[in-house]
């Protein structure tokens, strides 16, 4: 059973940086994408950046892009979120996502709140 868990979220003024972390039970070499999504409150859930498996290119969202920067660490499993500038429409729970085999199952974290004070 694959297990993604979320840390690092937390309480941040306007202009700094927090750091996401995604701790995978198994090896992400079996993900064919991971990614990092967010929902506001009242909002729908959107996707803010992913990863692909075959070569590492990354896709961000246009709100974050300049700010956040995905990437991942093999020997770790574990997935990470860097976000620079952040803005307080950055407010949200950030969850963590993967999808794996030819069907693309896909698996989710817990969620990590992340709340940027103006």
């Known amino acids: 059973q694959v297990q993604l868990v979320e840390s690092g979220g937390g309480l941040v003024q306007a202009g700094g940086s927090l750091r996401l972390s995604c701790a995978a039970s198994?090896?992400?070499?079996?993900?064919?994408?991971m990614g990092w999504y967010r929902q506001a409150p009242g909002k729908q859930r959107e996707l803010v950046a992913l990863?692909?498996?075959?070569?590492?290119?990354?896709n961000y969202a246009d709100a974050v892009k300049g700010r956040f920067t995905i990437s991942r660490d093999n020997a770790k499993n574990t997935l990470y979120l860097q976000m620079n500038s952040l803005k307080p429409e950055d407010t949200a729970v950030y969850y963590c996502?993967?999808?794996?085999?030819?069907?693309?199952?896909?698996?989710w974290g817990q969620g990590t709140q992340v709340t940027v004070s103006s």
């Open positions: 198994g090896s992400i070499f079996s993900f064919n994408v």
């Open positions: 990863i692909t498996s075959s070569d590492g290119s990354p």
């Open positions: 996502y993967a999808a794996a085999g030819p069907d693309g199952v896909s698996y």
